[in-house]
């Protein structure tokens, strides 16, 4: 995943509201790529965040939840935005629990780069629901 490519894609972004534009690329096992980027609405429930988009985007795709190894999150802010909770929810689906997640703000001067379970060590997972 090439960096300046993610930036590129801040472009499509729909912060029409609160001015924040963020895109996000999920990588499955398999390298493919998926963006996403998010899309503020009126109604502000009905928004989307970049995260989800790029991941539940991948389904018609093909993808599986489970089967992604990385996603890397830029804002155009000038500092590392992390994702929110209902975004870490979905990750936490979507990834691998020692998944690479990579935080970077606009002019790539800041870089962050955990493992999921460092972010977000207690999401509710699939073997958490199954008996």
Known sequence: ???TELKEKLKFAQGIYSGVKVASCAVDKDGREFFG???ENAAYPSGLCAERSALFG???H???IGEF???HIISNL?????????CLQVITQFLKRDAK???YNYDLSETKEYFLY???????RDEDIKN
Do not use: D, T
């Open 58 to 60: 991948s389904v018609v």
């Open 37 to 39: 980027v998010n899309c």
């Open 101 to 103: 997640v990579y935080l």
């Open 1 to 3: 995943m090439k960096i």
């Open 62 to 64: 093909g993808s599986h």
């Open 78 to 86: 000038n500092k590392v935005l992390y994702p929110c909770g209902a």
């Open 69 to 71: 190894k990385e996603i």
């Open 118 to 124: 460092e972010v977000f060590p207690f999401g509710v």
